[in-house]
């Protein structure tokens, strides 16, 4: 199982970026598709998750109204379409495979993460 996360880069505040998430060896439409962020000695924290075929979202408080999650099953690959960035922003972002629409937020429900990104928001 592979996941490969892309997409990240460094923009300046207000900015937009798009996270894409790359799934091979799992059956991507019985998963549900999360992201996670880690910034510079803080812990992991959860910022979104789109449920099976196309179903429930989830968002951090600190990124409802400007990140979307979203997936296309036709691709196997899951999205976080980010906006209106902030510095606080800053972070690797991870995509995972799994957790649960009681408990979105618990990394420790997910089966399989990518390799993370690295997103900048700085001016």
């Known amino acids: 199982v592979q996941l490969q996360a892309s997409g990240g880069g460094f923009v300046q505040p207000g900015g937009s970026l798009r996270l894409s998430c790359a799934a091979s060896?799992?059956?991507?439409?019985?998963?549900?598709m999360g992201w996670f962020r880690q910034a510079p000695g803080q812990e992991r924290e959860f910022v979104a998750r789109?449920?099976?075929?196309?179903?429930?979202?989830h968002y951090a408080d600190s990124v409802k109204g400007r990140f979307t999650v979203s997936r296309d099953d036709t691709q196997s690959t899951a999205y976080l379409q980010m906006s209106s960035l902030k510095p606080e922003d800053t972070a690797v972002y991870y995509c995972a495979a799994g957790g649960d629409v009681w408990s979105p937020a618990q990394a420790r429900k997910y089966v399989y993460w990518g390799q993370g990104t690295l997103v900048t928001v700085s001016s």
């Open positions: 060896g799992l059956a991507f439409s019985d998963f549900g």
């Open positions: 789109v449920g099976r075929s196309r179903g429930v979202r």
